[in-house]
Every structure is written in C-alpha cells, then in structure tokens.
C-alpha cells in the first residue's frame, strides 16, 4: 500500500484509486502531478479460480472467445500455457468489451498467437464500453458464431451471455479467476480516518459494481460511510453512477459523481473536470 501524508500535501485534494493492483500507477502519477494526493487502495483482488485450471477450455472448440476484463486475457492465457497451448486456433475470433481488454490482449499475446486471431471491441469512441456495445459491433458485422467461450470472474453480469443464447448461439461461461473484496489494513483504515476527521476532500474511482460494493463496505466498517457518501466520485459506467445515487442507505449526490470511460486519459479528464466544478 502506498499512502502519502506529506506536510505539503496535507490539504491537497485525495484521489482514491481503487482499481486492481498494479493498474493504477500511470493514472496516479498523471494526477499526482495535477496536485491530487493518491492514494492506492484497490477495492477488490484479483486470484485464480479454485477449480480454473483442472479443466480449461480449449480455444479450437469454439468460434470466439469472449473477454470481459484484461485479468480474464491475462489468466486464461496462464492458464492455457500451463497446459502446453501456446498457439491461437485459426479463424477464432476473440472478442472484448473495451479497448483496455484488447490492450491487455495485445501485451500478454503479442508475438505469433495474436496475427492468427480476429478481434472485436467496441471503438475506443464508443459511447461506453460494455457487453449491450460489444454486441452491437457484433450485430454490425453480422457476426453470430456457433458456439462462444466466455472467459470472465466467478460472479459477474450474465446479460450478454443470455442475449447470445437468444439468439440461438451455444454459451460456455468459464470462470478463470476471482474477484474478493478486499480488506483495508489497520494502516489503511487509520489514514481514511483521519482524512474524514479531517473532513479531506476526495475523489474516489470506482469501475465495476463488485468494487463498488466493496469500497461502500469497507468505509462503513471504517466508521467514515458519511464521509465517503459526501465525496466526489468518478465512475465508468452509468450503471455505476445509478448504483451510487440509488443506494438505500444514503444517497451519493448525482452532482458528485462524473461518468467517464475506462480508458486512463478518460479517467484523468473526469477527475480534473469534476474537481473543476466542485471548485
């Protein structure tokens, strides 16, 4: 965990980043240049599927495998090479809901696995990147293959996998790793405390509904619910900004709350922009 409590930046405004380990360090660095104080706290882990390795699909048997996170690329690929397949099937597409599972695509299978493989995401422009626009690009190309690998967490939505079964198409969901909540450390705890106490102001980054729900878990076993309510948040899905305004135990302000894509420089610009207008 990193925390930083200079005396510079002690009424400098927080920028919590709660993605996954090890995503977070461009965009903080970005904003720690803007003057935001970061503060690495990742809502949730990521860890292999108990069961994920005893029997992993093989990409031969379907015609596109589906991607719903860069940690689905990254552990399927683990998870393939383990067992000796190191080559992309030809005529296989591999499909993914934004333009960062296809970076973690083309990072984690770059070389002679990924000129063999067809690729399809929602535009880097697209109005948001999810399953409703994946499935839009794949309507686009008419695209319907016969049978689809979903590589995803343990939990997740099931919407696009139901509306591709709809339509008639065969769906295989394969969890290879987990997403747990994760625990804020005594040293963790006491720093948000205080930063409440000290009633800091904060932006907090919230990118999935699991973490959400985990971050809102670990404030109120904090003490600081109140507090965190009262922050700023950035979000990179409506659905995560109704989930902020519609929670029954109290509200965030929508005024608090700017939607943005996943994308770092998306990111960024909802946190300058929305500091901007708190200002």
Known sequence: MRLSAGRGAALAPLAVLT?????????????????????HLPALEIRDAPSAGMSVPDPADFGMLLFVSGAAVRAYRRLCAAQGRDSWPEGV???????????????????????????????????????????QEMDARG??????????????????????????????????????????????????QAAAAGRRTAFWLATSGEG????????????????????????????LAERLSGDATGAVPRAMVKICLPQDSSILRAFTALRAELD
């Not at 990072?107 to 399809?120: H, L, N, Q, S």
């Not at 689809?148 to 509306?163: I, K, N």
């Open 19 to 39: 993605r996954p380990q090890g995503r977070n360090d461009t965009l903080g660095e970005a904003l720690s240049g803007l003057g935001f104080e970061v503060v």
């Open 93 to 135: 597409w591999a499909a993914a809901v934004g333009p960062a599972t296809v970076a973690a695509w083309e990072e984690d299978m770059a070389g002679p696995v990924a000129p063999r493989c067809w690729r399809i995401a929602p535009a880097p422009d697209a109005v948001s990147h999810d399953s409703e626009h994946l499935l």
């Open 143 to 192: 695209l319907k293959p016969e049978r689809v690998l979903l590589v995803r967490a343990g939990q997740g939505r099931d919407w696009l996998a139901e509306r591709l079964r709809e339509r008639g198409v065969q769906v295989t969901a394969y969890a290879a790793y987990d997403r747990v909540p994760a625990t804020w450390s005594p040293a963790q705890q006491a720093f948000m």
């Open 212 to 239: 959400l729900d985990a971050i809102r878990a670990q404030a109120r076993a904090a003490g600081i619910l109140a507090w965190w309510q009262r922050s700023a948040h950035v979000v990179t899905h409506p659905r």
